[in-house]
Each structure stands twice: as C-alpha cells, then as structure tokens.
C-alpha cells in the first residue's frame, strides 16, 4: 500500500503559476507509475500527467507545453509545476500511483487538491 498526500493547490489568476506536490509513504522506486489526474465539477476525472518508469513521462494534450512532472526520489515526492493557467484548468488534482502486486495493478489515490483559476 501506498499513502499520497497532495499539497500546493489554491486560487491564481489566469497565466499564473502553481506548484502541486504529492509525498508518498514509500519509495518511489517501488512504485509502477506515479501521477496526477484532475476532475472538474460535471466531468469525469482526466488524466494530467505521469511519471513512467526509465524517465519518461506523458501528458494530457491540453496541458502540454504548460506543465511539468517532476520526482524527488529522495523525498519521495512528485511535483507538477503548472504555468501559464487558464480558467479551464480549474479542478480537483489528484495524485495517483499504481503498484504491482504479482499480475495485478492497485490504483491508490490521494486526498485531492482544488486548483481555480480566476479569469
């Protein structure tokens, strides 16, 4: 098992910066991938973006270009650095991590954080 514990959200204005932080209860190299996904009121949660294995990471298109994933495996945190906002990217972020267990994958989920963006 894994907790996740966001931090970071908050209101800004529209082309404004925010910095979201998820600390994990374990290391992150045990950890399959690690994520944040984000759901507005009405709509269904959507995936942001990913930490893969290998370095690699993926992001949703509408956020390309504009945030940034990031891990400190030291403090086994993961980061997403959010610039240039719009109001639409207002939501409830969450973390997200899957890990492997045999040939299952567990989803574990964090508390949530709200992010609004003020236009």
């Known amino acids: 098992q894994v907790q996740l514990v966001e931090s970071g959200g908050g209101l800004v204005q529209e082309q404004g910066s925010l910095r979201l932080s998820c600390a994990a209860s374990r290391s992150l190299a045990s950890i399959e991938t690690i994520g944040w996904y984000r759901q507005a009121p009405g709509k269904q949660r959507e995936l942001v973006a990913t930490?893969?294995?290998?370095?690699?990471?993926n992001y949703a298109d509408s956020v390309k270009g504009r945030f940034t994933i990031s891990i400190d495996t030291y403090k086994n945190t993961v980061y997403l650095q959010m610039n240039s906002l719009k109001p639409e990217d207002t939501a409830v972020y969450y973390c997200n991590a899957v890990l492997i267990a045999g040939i299952n994958g567990y989803n574990y989920w964090g508390q949530g954080t709200q992010v609004t963006v003020s236009s």
């Open positions: 930490a893969l294995s290998g370095g690699r990471s």
